[in-house]
């Protein structure tokens, strides 16, 4: 059975860091592509960042690019996701999703909040 | 980046009653499609991909369609635990983009 588990989230204030992880099994992380969706209180999903199985090539959306970074450690099974100078419209639930044959997600995660406030 | 609508916002639907969904792309995305369900405090779950190809375990009375820039989720008969709101996402163009949702509810 396919299992994303997400950790790390939490609170920090604005300007900080928090990195969050995702710990996979059931399925041969490596030959897919993973990807961080998040949603923000009472509103809808975003894509925020995505790497592929093995090149490991990224694409991040442009309200993170420069601050948030996507890594993978296919020996640990494990996704990353390191976010710095954080913004308080970054307060979101993060969602770990599962790539398939393409860029759509067959598999979640059950989210780890992340609140950035003062 | 493409830029993904849904409509309508809200769908109210009686229990039995079909729905129809809609999904706009502001350029075309082929057939790379996707509709999701989420239920309140519970992750997004895939529905269909490719436009109009259900995902393991998901009942026939969900089915999709469409290519290019219109595409529609229909739900045939709908059942109780269909009442949730649902998006569709783009996977033709980077970056990846949602739609904004529509939220199923009974009438």
């Known amino acids: 059975e396919v299992q994303l588990l997400e950790s790390g989230g939490g609170l920090v204030q604005p300007g900080g860091s928090l990195r969050l992880s995702c710990a996979a099994s059931?399925?041969?992380?490596?030959?897919?592509?993973m990807n961080w969706v998040r949603q923000a209180p009472g509103k809808g999903l975003q894509w925020v960042s995505g790497?592929?199985?093995?090149?490991?090539?990224?694409d991040y959306a442009d309200s993170v690019k420069g601050r948030f970074t996507i890594s993978r450690d296919n020996s640990k099974n494990t996704l990353y996701l390191q976010m710095n100078s954080l913004r308080a419209e970054d307060t979101a639930v993060y969602y770990c999703?599962?790539?398939?044959?393409?860029?759509?997600?067959?598999?979640w995660g059950l989210g780890t909040l992340v609140t950035v406030s003062s | 980046e493409i830029v993904m609508t849904q409509s309508p916002a809200t769908l109210s639907v009686s229990p039995g009653e079909r729905g129809t969904l809609s999904c706009r792309a502001t350029?075309?995305?082929?057939?790379?499609l996707a509709w999701y369900q989420q239920k309140p405090a519970q992750a997004p779950r895939l529905l269909i991909y490719?436009?109009?190809t259900r995902a393991t375990g998901i009942p026939a009375r969900f089915s999709g369609s469409g290519s290019g820039t219109e595409f529609t989720l229909t739900i045939s008969s709908l059942q109780s635990e269909d009442f949730a709101v649902y998006y569709c996402?783009?996977?033709?163009?980077?970056?990846?983009?949602f739609g904004g949702g529509t939220k199923v509810e009974i009438k």
């Open positions: 999703a599962k790539g398939d044959s393409k860029w759509y997600f067959d598999c």
């Open positions: 059931g399925f041969s992380f490596s030959s897919y592509g």
């Open positions: 790497i592929s199985g093995s090149s490991g090539s990224t």
């Open positions: 350029q075309s995305v082929s057939s790379d």
């Open positions: 490719g436009a109009s």
């Open positions: 996402q783009q996977y033709n163009i980077w970056p990846l983009t």
